[in-house]
């Protein structure tokens, strides 16, 4: 089984800055890749930002409404998520996923953003 714990969410005010962390552990044998998601009051869930692994480092993707404003990032089994510039709607709650080298998909618990105007 893996275990997937998220830490570094809180209250921000509009224009700041914020780091998630993710911590896997548990029987991991590979990872393909990880990713940030979110999920906003009365939305669903949203990709937010994913990196792959690899000899190169990893290749990153991130959703339009993010980009040049979060940057996600990976050491070994754990990923962080740095958020600048925070905008009120980028209030949500922040899972991390793992997706193994068989392609099964794993959660965290997620952990609270809000950005407050």
């Known amino acids: 089984q893996v275990q997937l714990v998220e830490s570094g969410g809180g209250l921000v005010q509009a224009g700041g800055s914020l780091r998630l962390s993710c911590a896997a552990s548990?029987?991991?044998?590979?990872?393909?890749?990880m990713a940030w998601y979110r999920r906003a009051p009365g939305k669903q869930r949203e990709l937010v930002a994913t990196?792959?692994?690899?000899?190169?480092?990893?290749i990153t993707n991130y959703a339009d409404s993010v980009k040049g404003r979060f940057t996600i990032s990976r050491t070994n089994a754990r990923v962080y998520l740095q958020m600048n510039s925070l905008k009120p709607e980028d209030t949500a709650v922040y899972y991390c996923?793992?997706?193994?080298?068989?392609?099964?998909?794993?959660w965290g618990q997620g952990t609270q953003v809000t950005v407050s105007s």
């Open positions: 996923n793992l997706r193994d080298g068989t392609y099964r998909d794993f």
């Open positions: 548990g029987s991991i044998f590979s990872i393909n890749a």
């Open positions: 990196i792959t692994t690899g000899v190169s480092g990893g």
